[in-house]
């Protein structure tokens, strides 16, 4: 069974309030030496997050322009640079997830929107922990055996109704290494494909023979290097 958002968050989380001025701001961030952390307000629902990025914007203010009129409106601009609390600072809204996500679904939405952790939410939106990207990475650490019974109980004998002395199952460091003979190419596939997916699989070692196909190798299972085929 997958591992899901719930199973690697941390559920003691540091979160600042709407009304958080900026030093305070800096303080948690440095303090927890996080990069971001996110913005709540009195229910306890992520309205923002704040990061060193949004703190950063006041140094890389530019400089003040020339001449009275100019000076006058950059001076009344409303922007990050002129911020003074973490309203003002967060950037919203929020991109979050749900507790019961899969980990497969955390690390899709931290590619997409570019961010290193996600503030996790249960019901109405309120915080409930928060994950990483180390979070993320600590299903890699799933136990070669563990690995070894996903595989071959679940996937050749469950999903493909194969039996241990058709195709036998060695997991060694996360990589899976399947061997033995199935009846045709396209089931070596499909069963290299589902081995791959795994929680904990790093890579799948293709040494499966296909018995209605003479010509097909393990090394048929790579992609053409002309994209066919």
């Known amino acids: 069974m997958n591992s899901t958002v719930r199973d690697v968050m941390t559920t003691s989380v540091v979160a600042v309030k709407r009304t958080a001025d900026f030093k305070e701001v800096v303080t948690v961030l440095r303090r927890l030496r996080v990069s971001a952390c996110p913005v709540i ?45 973490a309203a003002d600072l967060m950037t919203a809204p929020p991109v979050t997830i749900h507790p019961g996500a899969s980990v497969v679904d955390a690390a899709r939405m931290m590619a997409e929107h570019h961010v290193k952790r996600l503030p996790v939410v249960g019901s109405g939106g309120r915080l409930v922990g928060i994950v990483s990207r180390a979070d993320l990475l600590s299903v890699f650490e799933r136990p070669d055996a ?84």
């Open 41 to 85: 307000d009195d229910e306890f629902r992520v309205v923002g997050v704040v990061s060193e990025a949004d703190l950063l914007c006041k140094e890389a203010d530019p400089q003040l322009p020339t001449g009275l009129v100019r000076l006058r409106w950059k001076l009344a601009e409303d922007s990050k640079a002129t911020a003074e609390t």
């Open 146 to 229: 563990a690995i070894a019974a996903e595989v071959s109980h679940s996937i050749v004998a469950g999903q493909f109704g194969l039996q241990p002395a058709e195709v036998t199952v060695e997991v060694s460091s996360g990589v899976v290494t399947l061997a033995g003979v199935v009846a045709d190419a396209e089931t070596a596939l499909r069963l290299i494909a589902a081995a791959r997916h795994a929680e904990g699989v790093i890579a799948v070692r293709n040494r499966l023979t296909a018995a209605s196909d003479s010509g097909w190798s393990p090394d048929a299972s790579r992609p053409d290097p002309a994209g066919v085929g």
